[in-house]
């Protein structure tokens, strides 16, 4: 009899313990921060691909220095290892060309490196554009693929010949808003969160597949900013001076905050600080650093736009006087092209 009385107790007993943790575990759940809540999640698809990014020397690369003048490539086009890529419009392509160049459409390079060249061949492969900037942009997706040896020609087939100049650099570069330079600091955002991903994936790699197929489809000229739409409505933008320090203390848009180049965009620094409901304006000195940026920070998602041409569109007088990669007939060459 006490036996069965003593199994009795001792099952009451296990369910009773059973139920007191249960309700402990639950209340415990219903007590935390929602900031703790939101933590127990999984990582967010941009957080899963930043960290396999920079885990795999991605970010790294494009942090580099991806730029060649134009007497490089020059000296180089007869050369095998060298591999040119021109990707502006058919016609200005027929117009004039640099020899042995190779006319591919922009939504169509990601399929070129995989399909029609070998691209590990090559020490180095140039991709050329008008400025340089949207060759930036491209350059940066193309490295983030995987492919580090591409590199962009510096100011485009602006720096080969005065012709081409005139109708890029040299009609787009202005002083017109140096006076509206301000010189304050302004704070960046405290740690917020991450951007939103929908590829619905789960791993990396076929995250940064979907992403790289739909940055390659969309024409860079959706991530271009005019400098007098930001100067005219700076509070519509997050601007984002990506500059060294001196360069920033010594002037920048009303607004702006300093992201260093090289250190910022990581999560170990700030890309948290980043916002996810406003667009993000980046500038550097010619458009073409920044582009690189606008480039990874739209694979994460951001809402991410290049002003074009830089600082070279508002204060071009300014980065002449600091000897700050401001352009001028002095970055022309007159080499010959293919026409």
């Known amino acids: 009899m006490f036996h069965k009385n003593y199994k009795k107790m001792k099952k009451v007993v296990t369910y009773t313990l059973a139920i007191f943790f249960v309700t402990l575990v639950l209340n415990s759940f219903t007590t935390l921060p929602k900031d703790s809540i939101t933590n127990i999640k999984t990582s967010s698809e941009s957080e899963i691909l930043a960290n396999y990014l920079e885990n795999h020397g991605r970010f790294k690369s494009i942090t580099e220095n991806t730029l060649i003048n134009a007497d490089e490539v020059k000296k180089n086009f007869k050369n095998l290892k060298y591999h040119i890529i021109d990707i502006r419009s058919e016609s200005w392509f027929e117009y004039g060309h640099i020899k042995n160049a190779h006319n591919v459409k922009a939504q169509d390079l990601l399929n070129y490196f995989e399909t029609k060249i ?9 991709v050329i554009c008008y400025s340089g900037q949207s060759a930036s942009y491209y350059t940066s997706l193309l490295r983030i693929a995987g492919y580090n040896n591409v590199f962009s020609m510096k100011w485009g087939m602006s720096s080969w010949r005065v012709d081409f100049a005139e109708n890029s650099w040299l ?3 202005k002083n017109t808003f ?6 304050k600091e302004n704070a960046i955002l405290e740690n917020k969160s991450y951007s939103s991903l929908e590829t619905e994936k789960t791993d990396a790699k076929p995250i940064l597949r979907t992403k790289l197929l739909k940055a390659f489809a969309t024409p860079y000229r959706e991530h271009i900013i005019k400098s007098a739409d930001v100067f005219a409505t700076p509070n519509n933008y997050y601007i984002i ?3 060294n320090y001196d360069n920033y203390k010594n002037g920048h848009i009303t607004g702006a905050k300093e992201y260093n180049p090289g250190n910022s965009f990581q999560l170990s620094t700030d890309l948290k600080t980043l916002p996810t409901n406003k667009k993000i304006a980046i500038y550097c000195e010619t458009g073409q650093n920044a582009a690189k940026m606008v480039a990874y920070l739209s694979l994460l998602g951001y809402d991410t736009g290049n002003i074009a041409y830089g600082g070279n569109s508002f204060m071009n007088k300014v980065l002449k006087e600091k000897k700050w990669n401001a352009f001028s007939k002095k970055e022309i060459h007159m080499f010959p092209v293919i026409e």
């Open 178 to 183: 140096a006076s509206k330079l301000e010189t």
């Open 241 to 243: 001076s990506y500059t």
């Open 118 to 126: 070998t691209p590990s061949n090559f020490d180095k492969i140039v």
């Open 171 to 173: 009609k787009n570069i």
